[in-house]
Structure formats: C-alpha cells, structure tokens
C-alpha cells in the first residue's frame, strides 16, 4: 500500500509540473462566465495549448491523437492542475465522455474527422442525451429520428440539460429510430453538427442565475447517413459506453465541491465556531465522509489501474460527495451567516449548485436502484414496460395520465 | 499509487477467517448473554497459534513485526463473528511495549504467555489540556491517574473504567500524568499491590471490561515519548472501528439474504425501494467506513502525523455504520428481528456498547473535527 508516486509517475508529475510553471501566465481565470464568449474563446486556446503540449486527452491512444496513458496520469495532471491553479481542459465532455465513445464505435472516417479538432478545443462537443420525459429512464427517448428514401435521416425533438450546447459544434445524440419495437431496442446513436438549420439552443438559468447549461430543440434536422455512430439500432450499447466514461469523469473530479480543508478553513477563521461543540460535531462528521471519498478514490483508482471497470458502485461515492458538500455549504453558511449568500460568494454558488448536482449522472434514488439490484443483488422493481414496443408504451401511458 | 490489500494481507485476512471459522462464536455470544460469560469458547490459544500476540512486536523479541493494517484486519474478521479475542487490550499495550523495548515483557507477549491490557487514556485536545480516562458515569472524563517517578518505577494512584480485556490480564499498560503535567507509562503487574481489577459486563456478553483501581500501585516505567501514547489510543479507535466495521457486514449480508426471501404482496421485499434504499445506505456507510479503515491502516504505518484523524474518522464513520445496519436488520426483518430468536440482537447489542466505549462515536467526531481545523489552522 503505497500512495506515492512510482519513479516513472513522479517523472510524469515533474514534467508536467514544469510545463505549467513555465506556461500559467497564459492561462485564462479558472473562473468566468460561459455566456461570454471572449471567455469560452480564451478558454479553447488554453485547451489547444495543453493539446499540443500532450497534456489532454492523456489516456486516449497515441494513433487518435492521446498519450496512451493510464488513469494515474491522468489523476495526476489534474492534481497538478489544481496546484498551479488554472482551468483545465474545455471540453471535458468530449474529451472525457464522448471522444471515447466515438473511439470505440465510431468509424475510421469519424474518428479521423471528429477526433483532432476535439483534442484541440476547435470543436468542442455536448450530449444530447436527457430530455424532458427521459433523465433517470433514459431509454425512453422520444426525439425522433425517421429515414429518408436518400438514406438521410430527419430528426425532431428536444433534449434538455445540455452543457456547453450554447458554443458547441457538435453533438452526440440518442434518438429513436423505431418505435415498434421494445423501448431499448429502437435507438441510435448521431453526430448531429449544431450549426445545422432546424437546430436552436436556449440556456436555462439555474438557482445561481447562471445558464451553464441548455435546451435544445431539434425541428426536422436532416442528418447524412454517415452521421449514424455504432450502427442502427445499437444506440443503447452505445450510449452505456458513455455513461461508463462519465461515471469516471465525476469520480476524478469529486473534491471540487467538498474539500475537507476548504470548509475547515472556513469554520476556524471563527474562534467562536471553532469551539462551539455542535459545530464541531457537525464539521466532524461532513469531513468523516469526504475523507471516505477521498480515500475510497483511490481504492477505486488502484482497481482502474488494474484494468478493472468501475461497475455501478461508484454511484455511492457519488450520493456522499454531493450529501456531504451539500451539508459542508449548508455548515459554513450558518457559521458565516448571511454574507456567505452574496452573489460572490463561493458558499453562495455552492449552495445554489449543488441541489441541482443531485440529480445529475441520476438521480440519488435511481443509483440506489441500480446499486441494489447490481451490487447487493436485490431483485429488480417490478417493470411495466418490459417487452412492449415502444409506440404501444406510450399510448398506454397517455391513456393512464388521461383517467 | 497502490492502495490494496497486498497478497501478504488477503493471505492473512483469510487465514483469520478461517481459524475462527471453527468456533460457533455467535452462538456462544447468545450462550454468553443468557448464562454469563463463561459460556464463551476461551479463544486466546487461537490466537496464540495464529501468532497475533506477537503481531505488533518486533522480530528481535519473538514478533512478527506486521504493523497497524494487519491488526485491523484481524480485528476486522474478529467483529464480522462477534468473536471474543481479547485484542482490545492487547494490541495497543504491546505497541507501547514495543516502543519501549521491554525486553522481558515483550518476549512472554510475544509468545502469549503473558497477556497485557491497555488501559486507555485520552491525550489533551484543544478544548482539554490534560490526559484523561473514562469516568464511570457522565460526560465529564477522568483525569488521568497520578503517577510519580521513582526511578526505573512508577507509582500510580487513581482510576479508569471500562477497560476493554482488562479482567484476567497478567500485565497493564497505564498512562499516568505527573505532578508537571507529562505523561508517564509504566507497566504493572495486575496482582501487584494496590492493583484491583472489578469485572463489569454490560449489555454485550462478549467485549470483557473492567474498573480499574490503582491505589498506589508500582510499575515499571516505560519510557516512551508521548506520541507513543497517543499512537497506542488512536489504534484502539482504529481496532473499535475495524471490529465495527466486520460486524455491520455480517448484518448486511444477513439482512440481504432475508429480503431475497422473504414475500409480501407477492414480491420479495427487497424488490421495494424502500427497503433496497435502506440497505443500500447500510452498504454506502460500510464502504465509507472501509475506505477509513484503510486510511488508518495505511496511515498507523506509512503516515503517522495522520494518524489521529485517520483513527477518528474511521471510528466516527463505522461506529455509526455499525448503529444503523443493526437497526436496519431489525427493521428489515420485522417483529422477529427484536426477538433472541434471531442473531440481530447480538449485532445490535455489540453496537450499542462498541459505540459507547474510549469516549464514543461522539468524542472521535470531535477529535475528526479538531484535527481537520488544526492542519488548516
């Protein structure tokens, strides 16, 4: 048990280390606003930046453009990173998510397309997966995609929750194909190019007051028959590619919200807080779960490393990270007192953010669903839509909400 | 980046589990509850042949020189079946021993001739400046017994309560505080004069403890520096909450199998989300309290400075999974899981006194709590 680096990572991490030192001046703040567009711009040239310097996309394999590394380095850029206190990558969606589903389903003409520009923050990309009556039951998309005697498809509909859909390139969308058929049966997965006409982008403010993420309606789209990924009809094995790479990307990321140090700090700038028992009480057990994050992340990064797939467990790492940020801002708060709400403040974003990242990547129920059916084996919700074609689901729903 | 168990500690682990896998430990627990603790297989030869009272002591004094990860995962195997090995005790004297290289001593321990209890004593914290013992009632602690040096001897006057393994041991480990405020170790025979030791069980018939008197009782000093001290009380903390740990397991295990089976309105019941929730919250804090143990594991050996925090989250965090998946297997289980028809009783009994015990779940919070403030501080 070791949680030093080896002499080849702690090369790795020097390297890296010096190129940051040698390059923050150019880097953009780590906060801005989204919705201004000289930001986003000054954040892709910061992400081009590290692209060339190999410093994104770090497990992607070398032949697309990547570093053909391991999770560890990856890990251990985003430390250094968060050391020399810039902004990562743009895009880490796409980078993250979605360049690698593209890796394993894509074609070789999509790959050799899309991929570059991807790396290099040119194109950065957003998920077109979520819609209104589809979030924690996913496969019940209703975007419609319909073929085209040309082989083209027209696609109508509308996604939701849509990050980085405002100045994104492309998108990676699940639409329905079949309807006749059971509900996972009918999918397929597209490129979609968000510049095409019959596409439109709105932002929904959150509680913060910020819109970083949208809405996006599609009204007859017309997408080439090149634009289908993984082939028709597979759209569901295509999408569980994706969402075993977010379950990564949340996991690497889980001490932005929470970080023991950063509420404990808060708390004893207050000599009074400091010695107030029930505040004590409380800080103790908030940092008590962070630091089972913490150190729960690296089991799981060791077993990563290993080859092994993280499975849904990951989930519970995720339920604790967000409850215990959540009491962390909610803590603080009540030590600051008002001012911690200020517009500015960083307690006040939390407060207003976090409610939302409950739901995110699922529910805090549907992860319990999928934990204890997958991990503890618990016999499955009885499930009314098993086996029915789609089209028939939705008609027997309509009439059910109608009586 | 390694942090797994290492072939060395599944080897070992397994082995535990396999020498106590001969003993019908949790029945003997019931046994214990309804005839007194003699009822308990007497496990110390067990232990003696696994080689664990040596498990912490050097190989130059006849140990095996493993260090704080292998003790927790012996302990560990010991909650999962209530087993009663008196470790408790034994693992934070012989860390103290150990460190104060007392030769004699440490062979016979080693060897598991001699058994020693520790007798726990809190050190100072920001909100309290001395060394403490448990009181016997209340939440104001106890000082520390008074100790005065006499040359290599020690001299003690005062008390402790609820020493974990402390009835029947041969040797005991007490923190004292000199007149100037200083910790001092000694160790002292437990049929030495001055020395009484009062049996008390209470509610869980398998976890030894006693009063401790010491009415100016001599020992030998043991001369360590005070992180020793304080080391040897975050790894009873840490061995509480390893225990912890393996005991809130067996409950899930059993309370999952129950719900697969168990039909009501013509499903199992764990097909309902109220119960799937539920268990799946047992699950998440045992996963959390596992990531501490090996925090603390990892940290007792490779990260001392971290140690207090590691210890005190771990006991925090198990303490409290340990609580609420004993509930939950009385609640999953209904009526018959508040009856001694079942095994539920005998889990929920080892957590409601575990939780209680070195200054509780409560004081680890606090201690969690104070030393996160101090490394930002």
Known sequence: MDLNDTPEQAAYRQKVREWLEANRQSAPSKSGSYEDPRYVDARRAWQRRLAEAGLAGVTWPREYGGQGLGPIEQVTLNQEISRADVPGILDVIGIGMLGPCLIAHGSEEQKARYLGPMLHGDEVWCQLFSEPAAGSDLAAVQTRARPQEDGSWLLSGQKVWTTNAQFAAYGLLLARTDPDVPKHKGLTMFVVPMDARGVVVRGLRQISGEAEFNEVFFDDVRLDADTVVGGVGNGWGTALTVLMFERLTIGFGSETYGSPSRLSAAIGADPDARGDLVVRRRLGEIVGELLAVRFNGYRALTALSRGQIPGPEAGLAKVTMVNAAIAAADLATDVIGPDALAESNRWSYLTSFLPGLKSAGGTEQILRNTIGERVLGLPPEPRLDKGIPFSELRAREKEASVS | ?377
């Open chain 2, 1 to 377: 980046m390694n942090f797994a168990l290492s072939d060395e500690q599944r080897f070992l682990r397994e082995a535990a589990q396999g020498t106590l896998s001969r003993f019908k430990t949790i029945e003997a627990a019931r046994g214990a509850l309804e005839d007194g603790p003699a009822a308990l297989p007497d496990l110390w030869p067990v232990a003696v042949d696994a080689g664990w009272p040596g498990l912490l002591i050097g190989e130059a004094h006849g140990g095996a020189g493993l260090g704080v990860f292998e003790s927790l995962l012996v302990a560990e195997e010991c909650g999962r079946v209530l087993a009663s090995v008196p470790l408790l005790g034994l693992w934070p004297a012989s860390a103290v021993l150990d460190a104060a290289g007392d030769g004699g001593a440490l062979a016979a321990v080693a060897a598991g001739e001699l058994r020693p209890a520790y007798v726990p004593a809190r050190p100072p914290g920001d909100l309290d400046p001395g060394w403490t013992v448990e009181p016997r009632a209340g939440t104001r602690r106890a000082e520390a017994p008074r100790a005065s040096v006499d040359g290599d001897e020690v001299e003690l006057e005062g008390s402790a309560c609820f020493v974990p393994d402390a009835p029947g041991a041969g040797l005991l480990v007490v923190v004292g505080e000199s007149q100037d405020g200083r910790p001092v170790a000694a160790a002292l025979a437990a049929d030495a004069p001055g020395v009484s030791i009062e049996a008390v069980m209470r509610y869980d018939a398998t976890r030894s403890l006693g009063h401790v008197s010491l009415a100016s009782a001599r020992g030998r000093r043991l001369a360590v520096p005070p992180g020793v001290l304080a080391d040897a009380w975050y790894l009873a903390h840490a061995l509480i909450a390893a225990e912890s740990l393996g005991a809130a397991e067996t409950c899930l295990e059993l309370s999952v199998a129950y719900v697969k089976q168990r039909f009501t309105f013509g499903r199992a019941i764990g097909s309902y989300q109220a119960i799937k929730h539920e268990l799946t919250e047992v699950l998440r804090q045992l996963e959390n309290a596992r990531g501490l143990q090996y925090y603390a594991g990892w940290a007792g050996s490779d990260r001392r400075a971290e140690f207090p925090l590691a210890a005190s989250a771990a006991r925090a965090v198990a303490g409290h999974a340990l609580d609420f998946a004993a509930r939950s297997m009385i609640n999953v289980h209904g009526g018959i899981g508040a009856t001694w028809e079942h095994d539920a009783p005998l889990f929920f009994r080892r957590a409601q006194l575990s939780r209680r015990l070195l200054g509780g779940t409560e004081d680890a919070t606090d201690r969690l709590a104070e030393r996160s403030l101090a490394e930002v501080a």
